[in-house]
């Protein structure tokens, strides 16, 4: 049996995720313990919804791929499996955000300028 059941739309359906919360293996109230990275961002309200909503998730996306290529030294392969995205995947949302795997430094990837 699937351990998370899905949609067509391959989404959790609302009582899969109601089913989570009562389970306590997701708790939104939970307090983030220091060591766990977070996003740390904050946003005016005031803006379309559409337009906050792709800023987020560029955000989100841009701080997820970044944190998985440095977790894995910058070794696509081992990042995909990580993450659970196809690599070629990966490797587009890198291409879109501008992220490039540096020669000199594995550590950190090459971030475009603001």
Do not use: W
């Not at 995720?17 to 009562?22: D, G």
Request: charged share 30%.
């Amino acid at each position: 049996m699937d351990p998370m059941p899905r949609s067509r739309l391959g989404t959790q359906p609302p009582e899969f995720s109601e089913s989570l919360q009562e389970s306590g293996q997701f708790d939104t109230d939970a307090p983030v313990a220091p060591e766990e990275p977070t996003l740390g961002l904050s946003v005016r309200l005031d803006r379309p919804f559409h337009e906050l909503k792709e800023f987020l998730l560029a955000e989100f996306e841009r701080a997820y791929v970044t944190r998985c290529l440095t977790e894995s030294e910058m070794n696509v392969s081992q990042a995909s499996r990580s993450s659970g995205l196809s690599r070629k995947h990966l490797r587009t949302l890198m291409s879109k955000y501008g992220i490039q795997r540096v020669a000199g430094d594995p550590e950190q990837p090459e971030l475009p300028e603001e």
